[in-house]
């Protein structure tokens, strides 16, 4: 049974850090694409951030301040995300899938998600 289980979540103030982390299990995470996005209440769940299998390809909506990076020796992808706004405030779900896209539909596995509110 595949799991994605996203940690790390919580209240920050504006410019703030907050470091996600998602770690998955059965399946061999190493051969997946990996991904953040995220769902604010009344939209439409958007991509934040993209890593390919091997830490490479990377998409990420806002380079300055997130960072996408994965260590699939211990099965798990992580999302820093610094100098935050209260427009980040969303849930954010980890996922995965067979290769690298910005569409929710290329990807097979998520995670619950994380709850991020961002105090102005």
């Known amino acids: 049974q595949v799991q994605l289980v996203e940690s790390g979540g919580g209240l920050v103030q504006a410019g703030g850090s907050l470091k996600l982390s998602c770690a998955a299990s059965?399946?061999?995470?190493?051969?997946?694409?990996a991904a953040w996005f995220r769902q604010a209440p009344g939209k439409e769940r958007e991509i934040v951030a993209v890593?390919?299998?091997?830490?490479?390809g990377t998409y990420n909506v806002d380079p300055g301040r997130f960072t996408i990076s994965r260590d699939n020796a211990k099965n798990t992808v992580y999302l820093q995300m610094n100098s935050l706004k209260p427009e980040d405030t969303a849930v954010y779900y980890c996922?995965?899938?067979?290769?690298?896209?910005?569409?929710?539909?290329?990807?097979?596995?998520w995670g619950q998600g994380t709850q991020v509110t961002v105090a102005s």
């Open positions: 890593i390919a299998w091997n830490g490479g």
């Open positions: 059965g399946l061999t995470f190493s051969r997946y694409a």
């Open positions: 996922a995965a899938g067979p290769s690298i896209s910005r569409s929710t539909m290329a990807y097979n596995f």
